[in-house]
């Protein structure tokens, strides 16, 4: 199997999320947030090597393959342990907004191909799985649409209604550019 331009852009896509991510959570400096994502990396791992036909490396690199799984278990954490939910907000006292953007985009992004999958056939389910690198253009996006909307409050949360349309937008968008972007993606590789 040789490496080509397409391929090398496409594992670039993946380390350059797991870097921002990285990075994003580095700098909120949030104890919490860095025991959620290595409390997370360890349930990952455990779940992995639950499965059969593994080879004995494959548990502890795919995390890092799937980031966006990652950072969704460290979402679950760390949003049980600091959002309020409010009649019209969802709420993160004292926490930095772009790490709460960052960890509230994975959350809805989790929740909507989880709960919408179902009625859109698995498409978003399948693209999750089988296509990290436009899962992960489709979370960055989400990320920035969810700091966007954190901006506008003027405290560190996101309005029902906005989180709400993500957790939607985001598998309809998956939906979406599974007709055009993945043929394009085996085409790269």
């Known amino acids: 199997m040789t490496a080509t331009a397409g391929g090398l852009l496409l594992l670039c896509i993946v380390i350059l999320f797991f870097l921002h991510l990285l ?9 919490s947030a860095l025991a959620c994502f290595a409390a997370a990396y360890l349930i990952l791992v455990a779940l ?3 499965q059969v036909d593994t080879a004995l490396v494959s548990p502890l690199l795919l995390p890092f393959v799937y980031a966006y799984a990652w950072l969704g278990v460290t979402a679950v954490m760390w949003a049980a342990a600091h959002m309020r939910v409010d009649g019209r907000v969802l709420s993160f006292p004292g926490q930095d907004r772009r790490l709460a953007a960052l960890l509230c985009s994975q959350l809805a992004l989790h929740i909507g191909v989880l709960g919408l999958s179902p009625w859109l056939s698995q498409q978003p389910r399948a693209i999750y799985l089988l296509a990290p690198p436009l899962t992960i253009i ?3 996006l989400a990320y920035r649409l969810q700091l966007l909307a954190m901006r506008r409050q003027p405290v560190c949360g996101t309005s029902w209604i906005s989180w709400g349309a993500l957790c939607l937008m985001i598998p309809l968008l998956m939906t979406w550019l599974k007709d055009w972007a993945v043929p394009l993606l085996l085409h790269m590789t």
């Open 23 to 31: 990075w994003r959570l580095g700098t909120s400096r949030s104890g």
């Open 48 to 50: 992995l090597r639950q």
């Open 138 to 140: 489709v979370s960055y």
